[in-house]
């Protein structure tokens, strides 16, 4: 089973790209995050064209996740239980006997600003959910844009992004937290190096230069870290003309 995440910055946009890359690639499961657009203008029928089947929580300009499948979603939750946001950035769905969780984590702004407060108050609320949710499906895919960079080895230049939004210290104990719930990164179990990025800044020929951060993981919990045999970035859709600035992220379970 292909399992993958891609931030498409604007489905509206990039669903020609989309619809091209689910053609190529030919995953069973996608998570789509920054789709930008409501419910009403979501692609669904071209996507059931290609095979795939939708459910989606959007919002006018900004946010909105999106899971496509080839099987059918059920026990569908948007948002996370009992914190209070109405913005769509939590996506969570049953299908194929996995539990996929969407996120389009928060960016955060700036070290110290209040909405640097806000996301960290998120990632804590939603660590708190996932712990009792990882109760109920063992069985869990947690993947998305998470807006941290893991590690030094996830930075372009470390130096530069010391203490800086996406790499200060903070979120990176936040996320080190939903590792500590039996979370595993499935792309450090098959690469340790650094210098692979999955976002580069639209300026300064980011992408060229591979100027990138690793901010879009695929995480999977106990049960299945040993039945996932790859994971990859797949940088080829930055390629095309007015990409995204993510690339798609990639697992497969045996």
């Not at 996406?166 to 650094?194: I, M, P, T, W």
Request: glycine fraction near 6%.
């Amino acid at each position: 089973m292909k399992i993958a995440s891609w931030n498409v910055n604007s489905l509206t946009v990039r669903l020609p790209h989309l619809q091209q890359w689910l053609g190529q690639c030919q995953p069973d499961i996608v998570a789509l995050q920054e789709t930008k657009l409501e419910d009403h203008r979501f692609p669904d029928g071209e996507l059931a064209e290609l095979g795939y089947r939708s459910v989606f929580a959007g919002q006018k300009t900004y946010n909105g996740v999106a899971i496509v499948s080839r099987s059918p979603a059920s026990e569908v939750q948007v948002g996370i239980p009992g914190f209070a946001d109405e913005q769509k950035r939590v996506l969570a769905a049953t299908i194929d006997g996995l539990r996929i969780v969407n996120l389009y984590v928060v960016n955060g702004k700036a070290v110290g600003d209040e909405k640097y407060d806000y996301k960290l108050a998120w990632l804590d609320a939603l660590r708190q959910w996932l712990a009792q949710e990882l109760v109920r499906y063992p069985d869990m895919v947690v993947l998305g844009d998470f807006n941290i960079a893991p590690d030094d080895r996830d930075v372009h230049d470390p130096a530069a992004w010391h203490e800086q939004i996406l790499c200060s210290e903070a979120e990176r104990v936040a996320l080190n937290k939903l590792f500590a719930l039996g979370l595993y990164d499935s792309f450090r179990l098959h690469h340790d190096d650094g210098g692979q990025f999955s976002w580069w800044d639209y300026r300064a020929a980011g992408f060229r230069r591979n100027l990138g951060l690793r901010i879009d993981l695929v995480l999977v919990s106990e049960t299945l870290k040993a039945r996932c045999s790859n994971a990859i970035i797949d940088r080829e859709p930055r390629t095309w003309e007015r990409p995204s600035d993510h690339a798609p992220v990639l697992v497969d379970l045996r």
